[in-house]
Nanobody, 114 residues
Framework: VQIVESGGGLVQPGGSLRLSCAASGFTFRSYHMSWYRQAPGKERELVAGITSDGGNTNYADSVKGRFTISRDNAKNTVYLQMNSLKPEDTAVYYC????????WGQGTQVTISS
């Protein structure tokens, strides 16, 4: 199993980033996918989730209206479009696959700073 996040970086407040999570080694289309984040000194928190067929999504209140999760089951990839970024969005962002088993990626750093 491999889960690899990409797309992180340093962005100014108000900017945008698109994170990608490429998965392999399991039946991606059968798994619920989600993005979590962990800021320094804080617990890991759920950012957004999407059902296996992409029909339903959920978001943390702090990112509603700014972030959009989507998936492409043909490409075994889930995305997180992040707009209107704020300094408090700074964190390591992790991709998570869950069904019966749970798989995590290694994370990608997102830093929002002027």
């Amino acid at each position: 199993v491999q889960i690899v996040e990409s797309g992180g970086g340093l962005v100014q407040p108000g900017g945008s980033l698109r994170l990608s999570c490429a998965a392999s080694g399991f039946t991606f289309r059968s798994y619920h996918m989600s993005w979590y984040r962990q800021a320094p000194g804080k617990e890991r928190e759920l950012v957004a989730g999407i059902t296996s067929d992409g029909g339903n999504t959920n978001y943390a209140d702090s990112v509603k209206g700014r972030f959009t999760i989507s998936r492409d089951n043909a490409k075994n990839t889930v995305y997180l479009q992040m707009n209107s970024l704020k300094p408090e969005d700074t964190a390591v962002y992790y991709c998570r696959a869950s069904r019966v088993l749970v798989y995590w990626g290694q994370g990608t750093q997102v830093t929002i700073s002027s």
